[in-house]
């Protein structure tokens, strides 16, 4: 009995980890517009709720964040490197919780 407690307490605590959907894709256009506060960017692939092309954002409190965000970004576009996107799973907005850089 204790293990399934115990398993049940791992299972609540993890639940978000096992939420998100990954996307991993070119980058193919960056918009920076409201920068600092805001990164608009899209990629050559999706996933459901998020489709290749479809516009993806990036929004933290950290001015610093967004901007180094943003180098990595522009850097995954300037040398065709892949990044990989972590999204909440059923987010239709597509607000990227988790961004990395990816070696081709």
């Given amino acids: 009995m204790k293990k399934y ?6 299972m609540v605590c993890a639940s978000k980890a096992w939420s998100l959907e990954v996307i991993v894709g070119k980058v193919t256009l960056i918009e920076a517009t409201y920068l600092p506060q805001l990164i608009t960017f899209t990629l050559d692939s999706g996933s459901e709720n ?4 479809a516009w ?21 576009l ?17 607000m990227v919780q988790y961004i ?3 070696k081709s």
């Fill in 78 to 94: 300037l040398s065709g490197n892949k990044v990989r996107a972590h999204i909440e799973a059923g987010d239709t907005k597509c």
């Fill in 50 to 53: 998020c489709p290749a092309g």
């Fill in 56 to 76: 993806i954002r990036w929004e933290k409190e950290s001015t610093e964040n967004n901007l180094a965000v943003y180098s990595t970004l522009l850097a995954a």
């Fill in 100 to 102: 990395h850089l990816l």
């Fill in 5 to 10: 407690v115990l398993l049940l307490v791992f």
